[in-house]
């Protein structure tokens, strides 16, 4: 009987401090083509202008398993031709992705996926590359509720990045590196589980990030190989089905500012799963 007790006892103790251990979940708010380590079934539009141009893009991501989906991409842009009245237009190539769940750690907050991808020239050659690109990404996030009491007030803060490679599969070598670290603070968690009531009610789907941008061409032949940085001040309304992100794009360095030393970007997003259930039925369970 005795050992009954001690048997109950230790599960309790075990299971309050399993409870402890993991966080509440919270929602990053990705980048402004939808893309983030998180594996789910969303939907968005996208876009931005500049001095030079505007663009629009689509981003569909649909859930295979539990780990792991599929998701396509497609762009189109309105390029301003300097000294010619008419401006090129055309839809950019379809670009498909496999993405798949590394690693989960619940009670860290933190998540690792890989994300390779294939760019297929399907899009108009006046604004899109004309030969297949491959190449992948490794994303992750990050939050912070795992912290300590004293440091409560970070725990809404998430950082959430990725880093990625791009070449040509034919013609002359063209690679390219990429970047993205991301900054966020969430109102609706610090309202939820850090200070309850201390942020309005109208306030609490806010959620303020810093994006940092880095791109560069390694062995382009017509491009320049200087880094191209930029700093994106946005703020996301967001709760567990849609998503409203507006930013300003700013421009860091000479390479950057060629379109403009400012783009607003915008991203409309959905959780579609989350409206029609049946759509996030996974093939392979």
Known sequence: MKLLVVLVIASILLYATLVRADPPSRSFVGNFIGNDATVENYLSISGGVDRTQNFESLYLEKTISSDASFSLFVGYQRLEQEGEDAAVSGFSNLGLGYKHLLLALPADGFVLTINPTLELPVGDSRVSETHPRAGGDLLFQKGFGDLPESLAILRPAGIEGDAGFESKVTGA????????????????????????????????????????????????????????????????????????????????????????????VWLLGVSYDQLLPALGWKPFQ
């Open 173 to 264: 070598r063209d690679d390219l590196l990429n970047a993205d670290l991301e900054l966020e603070y969430s109102l609706g968690y610090l309202d939820a589980n850090v200070a309850a009531g201390s942020v309005p009610m109208l306030l609490r789907d806010l959620t303020p990030h810093l994006d940092f941008d880095y791109a560069q061409y390694l062995s382009a032949h017509n491009n320049s190989s200087a880094p191209d940085l930029e700093l994106t001040p946005a703020i996301a309304w967001m709760n567990d089905t849609f998503e409203v992100n507006l930013g300003a794009q700013i421009a860091l360095n000479r390479a950057s500012s060629g379109t403009g030393p400012v783009a607003f």
